[in-house]
């Protein structure tokens, strides 16, 4: 959370354009890969802490490594977007590590640690039939707005 | 197919499935995927009051990220109770198990243990974090050895 720009510097897409059931079923099939791949599991997280086995970080790791390899390659062919805009990627100053990443991220591994879930997962345990996972959303949401709400005094 | 599907999916699957939803997201609509995004979309909606952080048009930047969370909410049903396994135990490793029931926890079907995840528990959170968190770096301080199960807790 803490890590994402600002509402304003991302590049305005005319939304118009991009039917949002699109996002809804890629949403429908992330959801299930969440449950079936029981990253969402509250047990497999307490695992990953323990480092007693590879499997978060099997998930984790090829994910990152499956996604910084795709990038690499769309930048190097110039990749277009399927309506053929020129895609902007996060400029440099954007992905340089600052102490408010390192802040943020342990302040969200602590949630994560104590709940064992991350906002992806949350919407998909509440699905899977674990309603309560709606009071750790909403425990998100408020510390979401609360950074916003401290965000001037914050260090950025 | 169907039982095939219904097996714990391997992280050599789930994982680079979860990254390649990285330059699909580009590709599609030129944008950078995320899910805690949701969270600021979400307040600015609610409660954006005069906090500069959620001062934007949410439904133009965040449609699409809340139509991917409520995918995601579909998804956990489906893969959570459609495509349920049939073992509804998540296989964590034996050093997790006995750490986990030495804390306490009984019930290791499911997701998230029932002892933690459930309405009623929400009505002793301090005794939950205590029991989590507290108890065992007691342990370790007071060098007493291993936990003994917290039983006077759980029961609450």
Redesign the interface.
């Known amino acids: 959370?803490t890590t994402?720009p600002?509402?304003?510097s991302?590049?305005?897409?005319d939304?118009a354009k991009?039917p949002?059931?699109?996002?809804?079923?890629?949403?429908?099939?992330?959801?299930?890969?969440?449950?079936?791949?029981?990253?969402?599991?509250?047990?497999?997280i307490?695992?990953m802490f323990?480092f007693?086995?590879?499997?978060?970080y099997?998930?984790?790791?090829?994910?990152?490594?499956?996604?910084a390899v795709?990038?690499a390659l769309?930048k190097r062919f110039g990749?277009r977007?399927?309506r053929g805009?020129?895609?902007?990627?996060?400029g440099e100053d954007e992905v340089k590590p600052r102490p408010q990443h390192i802040l943020g991220g342990t302040c969200f591994g602590l949630g994560w640690g104590?709940v064992?879930a991350?906002?992806?997962p949350f919407?998909?345990?509440?699905?899977?039939?674990?309603p309560?996972?709606a009071?750790g959303l909403l425990a998100?949401?408020a510390?979401?707005?609360f950074?916003?709400?401290l965000?001037?005094s914050l260090p950025h | 197919m169907l039982e095939f599907l219904r097996q714990p999916w391997p992280w050599y699957i789930a994982g680079p499935l979860i990254g390649l939803v990285v330059p699909f997201v580009y590709w599609y609509g030129g944008r950078k995927w995320g899910v805690s995004s949701s969270l600021q979309h979400l307040c600015a909606a609610a409660l954006p009051r005069n906090i500069e952080y959620f001062r934007y048009d949410w439904w133009k930047k965040g449609a699409w990220h809340l139509s991917m969370a409520s995918g995601m909410i579909l998804g956990g049903f489906l893969g959570g109770r459609v495509l349920s396994s049939p073992d509804d135990v998540v296989a964590i490793s034996e050093r997790t198990h006995d750490h986990l029931s030495g804390l306490g926890i009984a019930d290791f079907t499911g997701m998230v243990p029932a002892d933690v995840f459930s309405f009623g528990a929400l009505t002793s959170l301090p005794g939950m974090v205590l029991l989590l968190v507290g108890h065992r770096v007691l342990h370790r301080w007071a060098d007493l050895g291993p936990s003994p199960p917290p039983d006077h807790l759980l029961r609450g």
């Open positions: 959370m994402e600002n509402a304003g991302e590049q305005a897409v939304a991009e949002l059931w699109a996002y809804f079923l890629l949403g429908t099939l992330l959801g299930m890969i969440f449950i079936k791949s029981e990253v969402a599991s509250w047990f497999r307490q695992e323990h007693h086995s590879i499997h978060m099997g998930v984790i790791g090829s994910a990152v490594g499956v996604g795709s990038l769309m990749t977007t399927v805009e020129v895609i902007r990627y996060p104590l064992g991350c906002p992806g919407f998909a345990l509440m699905g899977s039939g674990i309560v996972m009071v998100a949401v510390g979401a707005w950074y916003g709400l965000r001037p």
